[in-house]
């Protein structure tokens, strides 16, 4: 059903959208050491090919690409480089307070790190100032170990003040796994053509798009029409059954899984569009899911409904024939 011209939609809508997830990896032998090191209040580098000491550690040298296997124990303090200030920190910064983050060369060492400098304002940091670190309370394995740097030579420092090669045997062992969390906050406008389309969902209608009568029709609606870029200017409202295209049964387990597999993630075409969308497929044997199959939307009870898809919260066999292999072809 052609619901009419984009002119009378009204301002695009717009939210904030914050994206989280823990991020776990391996660290390898050299960076493994390095935090291993700052566990034990011991800063860690490693020597190039020309003799430099890096830290923090490379794998491989920065010259000759050859891999890097001599560890160099390097002082608690060191001096500051370059600096910028921080007037407003932003959540997950070391502090909640004004800060500088500043490049700091450690003695012994040849590069500069970054990290935190602790002063109560811009007028006492200075490139060439003198900085100690100062440790966490407790450790983890992680940079998080140095909490920030503080103004001066510190403590007596217990790391030597000139570049001595350590032995594998002398160190900790090292860290093999790290997880970071990673977060990304921000502010999403949609587009006049996404508007239509949550503002439909929000209403229990599925709203795509096309260019014209004779375009295509997209859901989600697009800007334009893809193939030859003519703007998206009509709204078509489509129904809640379709055809599954393709599909994945998917067996494997992972973090934040909301559902026990097995289950079914397919592609449905919905009837009236040309193009399909992923969605899930339960009140099915992942056994018995097929291309072809009809299915049509289950939503979720009306005062759960956002402007979001998850509106629907699956799909489910309609009961109807299987579609005629030439309907969806060209959509797989």
Not at 87 to 96: A, I, K, M, S, T
Request: glycine share 10%.
């Amino acid at each position: 059903m052609t619901l009419g011209n984009s002119s009378a939609v009204a301002e695009p809508l717009s939210a904030p959208l914050h994206v989280e997830f823990d991020y776990t990896r391996s660290v390898g032998p050299i960076i493994g050491r390095f935090l291993a090191g700052l566990a034990d209040h011991r800063v860690v580098g490693v020597r190039g090919a020309d003799g430099r000491v890096l830290v923090p550690p490379a794998e491989f040298d920065p010259v000759t690409a050859a891999p890097l296997d001599e560890f160099v124990e390097v002082a608690a303090t060191g001096t500051v480089t370059t600096w910028t200030w921080v007037h407003r920190p932003l959540p997950g910064q070391p502090f909640d307070r004004p800060f500088a983050w500043a490049l700091i060369r450690l003695d012994g060492a040849d590069t500069a790190m970054l990290h935190a400098v602790d002063v109560s304002g811009p007028d006492e940091m200075t490139t060439g100032m003198r900085v100690h670190i100062r440790w966490a309370d407790e450790p983890t394995g992680t940079i998080g170990d140095i909490a920030c740097f503080g103004a001066g030579e510190g403590p007596a420092a217990t790391t030597p003040s000139s570049p001595e090669s350590a032995s594998p045997a002398a160190l900790p062992e090292p860290i093999t796994m790290l997880t970071t969390p990673v977060r990304l906050a921000y502010r999403h406008s949609a587009s006049d053509q996404e508007s239509w389309y949550l503002r439909g969902l929000a209403e229990g209608r599925l709203v795509g798009g096309r260019a014209d009568a004779q375009g295509k029709v997209y859901i989600p609606p697009r800007g334009a029409n893809p193939t030859d870029g003519r703007p998206t200017t009509e709204q078509v409202e489509l129904p809640d059954r379709g055809t599954v295209t393709t599909y994945c049964i998917v067996n494997v387990p992972f973090l934040g899984q909301r559902i026990t597999p097995p289950y079914i993630a397919a592609y449905v075409l919905l009837d009236g569009a040309d193009i399909a969308f992923l969605h899930l497929i339960l009140e099915c044997d992942p056994a018995d899911v097929r291309m072809g199959m009809r299915v049509e939307a289950v939503w979720k009870p009306r005062d759960e409904w956002g402007y979001t898809l998850q509106n629907i919260d699956h799909f489910r066999p309609s009961g109807e024939p299987d579609a005629d292999y030439d309907t969806y072809s060209q959509h797989l």
